[in-house]
């Protein structure tokens, strides 16, 4: 089992910074993949950014690429995401996700291949 645990959500104004924090404890070796998601009120949840555990490797959606960066410290467990230039279709629950297997960057998007996902986050920009 892995549990996920984020923080660093809050309100921010349009043109504005936050970083979010996913720590991972218990059978962290078995994370290939981390990633993080999020889903506003009355839609469905979307797929933000993944990277891999132990390379390189780093994925985006369109929407978020050059605004957003991910990046991860295995020392400390934990997933980064760095969110600038946010604007009010920003806000969402954001979600930390991690799966063991390995897959094409395209099906990383699909938020039914992840096992494990912590309890999410608010973000919320203002206009």
């Known amino acids: 089992q892995v549990h996920l645990v984020e923080s660093g959500g809050g309100l921010v104004q349009a043109g504005g910074s936050l970083r979010l924090s996913c720590a991972a404890s218990g059978q962290t070796f078995s994370i290939n993949t981390m990633g993080w998601f999020r889903q506003a009120p009355g839609k469905d949840r979307e797929f933000v950014a993944t990277i891999n555990w132990s390379g390189p490797n780093t994925y985006y959606a369109d929407s978020v690429k050059g605004r957003f960066a991910i990046s991860r410290d295995n020392a400390k467990n934990t997933v980064y995401l760095q969110m600038n230039s946010l604007n009010p279709e920003d806000t969402a629950v954001y979600y930390c996700?991690?799966?063991?297997?390995?897959?094409?960057?395209?099906?990383?998007?699909?938020?039914?291949?992840?096992?494990?996902w912590g309890q999410g986050t608010q973000v919320t920009v203002s206009s």
């Open positions: 996700a991690a799966t063991g297997a390995v897959f094409a960057p395209a099906t990383l998007e699909r938020a039914q291949i992840y096992d494990y």
